[in-house]
């Protein structure tokens, strides 16, 4: 008969924090407690791609494992500003649609539909980084 061993595993101790963004301090991200007013700084290899979502005042939850930041935890839609558009060709697609690509007051680049303009507010999925709605 053989035996059989139990191997325990440790639970991960992972955290899930609620701050807010609060500014861009050069290259570090300054993420406050909104009940005790600490400050996290994140550096941009720490909040990786999400960076081209991260607005002044979002709300967000950091990831925590053994009080070390493992992820940003962003809303799942974002309103952001179009601050530049390409005018768009209508007819672009045999459809009549088409689409052109605008940049976001973060930074970000998506594809809207020909419709949207500069200085308009659109929904973007931050999962998946595309065009949602206007807002």
């Known amino acids: ?3 059989m061993r139990v191997a325990k595993i440790e639970e991960a101790d992972i955290v899930k924090e609620a701050k807010q963004f609060t500014y861009k301090d050069g290259v570090q991200y300054v993420f406050m407690d909104l009940s005790t007013y600490e400050e996290i700084r994140l550096d941009e290899s720490d909040v990786g791609d999400k960076i081209k979502w991260l607005k002044e005042g979002m709300d967000c939850n950091l990831l925590l494992w053994n009080g070390k930041v493992i992820d940003v935890d962003l809303p799942i839609t974002v309103k952001l500003k179009v601050v530049q558009a390409d005018f768009g060709v ?6 009549g649609g088409g689409s052109k ?17 500069e200085g308009e507010e659109i929904l973007v ?3 998946s980084g595309q065009y949602m709605s206007r807002a």
Do not use: E, Y
């Open 125 to 127: 999925d931050t999962r």
């Open 1 to 3: 008969m053989a035996v």
């Open 101 to 117: 690509s605008v940049t976001l007051d973060t930074g970000a680049v998506v594809n809207v539909p020909l419709f949207v303009s």
């Open 90 to 95: 209508k007819g672009d697609t045999a459809q």
